[in-house]
């Protein structure tokens, strides 16, 4: 986190319906974008599933991972990578005041997740 010049901001505890759970923190980039850093139980099928617009398949190292964008914000990006029993989800929000605001969401979002998700242990 310090390498990307990112500050805690809180913790992201979520319950959505269907039983779907986000537990992680909140990230902020002093003048510029935000993230949170969630682990969930969405699967990347689960995500792709939704069909949402730009959504494009990678992998980091070893894990295969995808990047989605939802028709109605289009200054933010979910990176979704795959672990044991769902995702290491990170959503980013880049909004135009931002100092950031001139690179892409998921650009930021991709960066974010290839440098955090090589540190997952293989078992997770």
């Given at each position: 986190?310090?390498?990307?010049?990112?500050?805690?901001?809180?913790?992201?505890?979520?319950?959505?319906?269907?039983?779907?759970?986000?537990?992680?923190?909140?990230?902020?980039?002093?003048?510029?974008?935000?993230?949170?850093?969630?682990?969930?139980?969405?699967?990347l099928g689960m995500v792709r599933a939704k069909g949402f617009p730009d959504?494009?398949?990678?992998?980091?190292?070893?894990?295969?991972?995808?990047?989605?964008r939802r028709p109605d914000d289009s200054e933010a990006c979910w990176v979704?990578?795959?672990?044991?029993?769902?995702?290491?989800?990170?959503?980013?929000?880049?909004?135009?005041?931002?100092?950031?605001?001139?690179t892409d969401a998921c650009e930021l979002a991709r960066g974010v997740a290839?440098?955090?998700?090589?540190?997952?242990?293989?078992?997770?």
């Amino acid at each position: 986190m310090e390498s990307l010049s990112l500050e805690p901001t809180s913790p992201k505890v979520f319950d959505g319906s269907g039983g779907i759970k986000w537990r992680g923190c909140g990230w902020v980039k002093p003048s510029g974008y935000t993230v949170g850093i969630t682990a969930t139980n969405l699967t990347l099928g689960m995500v792709r599933a939704k069909g949402f617009p730009d959504t494009r398949d990678f992998t980091i190292g070893l894990r295969s991972a995808v990047s989605t964008r939802r028709p109605d914000d289009s200054e933010a990006c979910w990176v979704n990578v795959d672990m044991k029993g769902g995702t290491l989800e990170f959503l980013l929000n880049n909004p135009p005041y931002a100092s950031t605001s001139k690179t892409d969401a998921c650009e930021l979002a991709r960066g974010v997740a290839e440098k955090i998700a090589p540190s997952m242990p293989a078992s997770a």
